[in-house]
């Protein structure tokens, strides 16, 4: 872990490295700002770049084994759906990977969430604002106590987290009963996936997310030169703005086309999914880069004795972080329950929790703290999807699903390990 407590400055994104195309103060051309890209790439901070790469190179793979189906407006949706209980998870998973902590039992806390939301839902008639809420509860009071076990007792979260693996899957089936299934028909919780935002509202809040993005980046340069602090040529930043435009555009095109299998019924708009995910990751970035408790989460993980001669709670930031995951695993459950319109015993185990790790950490969060970003659980997340959705296009069999997304999980976990050992050996 690094020895070093400084949070990122105002010239950094999350995570203590300059993301992108971040440039020091002698960068200050858009050529200089590539090479010096290039230099920190060598030295081993890859960033979300092997992410990104992943996500390229399935996506021309199964475009070209599967040209008719992989690409068409139809199936993206149903990646999006796929994708979004993952990534909603991984987000979880990367606050507490941050610390270089680990918390096996989030698959089945949102299980646990999701059956509670079900059986208010289903036995005792409750409006679905009253579940949603409950689970939510749920979800932070089991953070909570997690978060004590860790934080305040000092128990291993890995010793922890598995023993609550067990347990709240024994409380699941008690919940719900051996071999039943509870179904979620509350049209509000379904429209999370089974419902779209209608296609004008789409390319409003695309515009939106367009122009807040934008106005946010020039700012931020604005603020940086005005301070003479290092900052990304405008030529950079203006490039940025526009490439994230062009896949908002062509995201938002894609999904307002009519992907209805039978005439004369309109299937269109981008998944309500989508948006959740996306509100999600502008409000945890900000937590994470732009508040005294994200830069403390940093400073936590690269140091924690540091962090606590420094001032900082630890024990608070431990417990929080636990709360943090626990709330999102809730959410990724409810977003779950919608899509399969059941909730299930086994709801959250099996290949849920190895998914939304290797998520975080295929997207670039490191395994050994101190280094990940929100937005890793996005790309990691849409990784693990795109591989468990081409395969399934292919008609593949099980087995090769698992193998080649543990392969996955392995070389990334493996670019991270080597990455901080170069990192260590050229001082970046």
Not at 48 to 77: C, S, Y
Request: with cysteine; proline share 4%.
């Amino acid at each position: 872990m690094s020895s070093t407590l400084s949070a990122p400055t105002s010239a950094q994104e999350p995570g203590g490295a300059p993301s992108g195309f971040e440039a020091d103060r002698s960068a200050d051309s858009f050529g200089a700002s590539v090479r010096a890209y290039v230099d920190r790439v060598r030295g081993g901070d890859l960033g979300a770049l092997p992410a990104i790469l992943g996500i390229v190179a399935l996506g021309l793979l199964f475009f070209a084994l599967r040209p008719e189906t992989f690409l068409t407006p139809r199936n993206m949706a149903n990646l999006a759906d796929q994708a979004a209980p993952i990534i909603i998870l991984a987000m979880g998973l990367v606050f507490i990977l941050l610390l270089g902590e680990i918390d096996l039992s989030a698959g089945v806390v949102s299980g646990v969430c999701a059956a509670v939301m079900a059986k208010l839902l289903a036995d005792a008639g409750a409006p679905w604002y009253v579940s949603v809420a409950a689970a939510i509860v749920t979800g932070v009071v089991i953070g909570l106590f997690t978060g004590s076990l860790v934080g305040v007792i000092g128990i291993p979260s890995f010793v922890v987290t598995l023993a609550l693996f067990l347990g709240w899957q024994g409380f699941t089936l008690r919940l719900i009963g051996e071999g039943g299934t509870v179904p979620v028909r509350d049209p509000v919780i379904s429209a999370i996936s089974d419902k779209n935002v209608p296609v004008a509202l789409g390319w409003v809040l695309a515009l939106v997310v367009i122009a807040v993005y934008a106005a946010l980046q020039l700012n931020r340069f604005r603020v940086q030169r005005s301070k003479g602090l290092a900052h990304a040529p405008l030529a950079v930043v203006l490039v940025r703005i526009g490439v994230i435009a062009a896949v908002v555009v062509l995201v938002t095109a894609v999904l307002s086309v009519d992907r209805a299998p039978a005439v004369g019924v309109v299937l269109a708009g981008i998944p309500y999914a989508i948006p959740l995910v996306i509100l999600l990751l502008l409000v945890l970035t900000f937590v994470l880069g732009r508040t005294s408790f994200g830069r403390h989460v940093y400073a936590v993980g690269g140091n924690a004795e540091a962090a606590r001669r420094a001032g900082i709670n630890v024990t608070r930031i431990r417990v929080a972080v636990f709360v943090i995951g626990s709330t999102l695993a809730a959410i990724s459950g409810i977003v779950a329950a919608a899509r399969l319109g059941s909730v299930a015993p086994g709801s959250g185990g099996g290949n849920t929790l190895l998914y939304a790790v290797g998520a975080a950490v295929i997207g670039g969060t490191s395994l050994f703290g101190g280094r990940g970003r929100v937005r890793d659980a996005v790309l990691g997340g849409l990784v693990v999807a795109i591989i468990a959705n081409g395969l399934g296009l292919l008609g593949t069999e099980a087995y090769l699903n698992f193998i080649i997304t543990g392969g996955v999980l392995l070389l990334a976990a493996s670019v991270d390990a080597l990455a901080r050992r170069r990192a260590a050996a050229t001082g970046h």
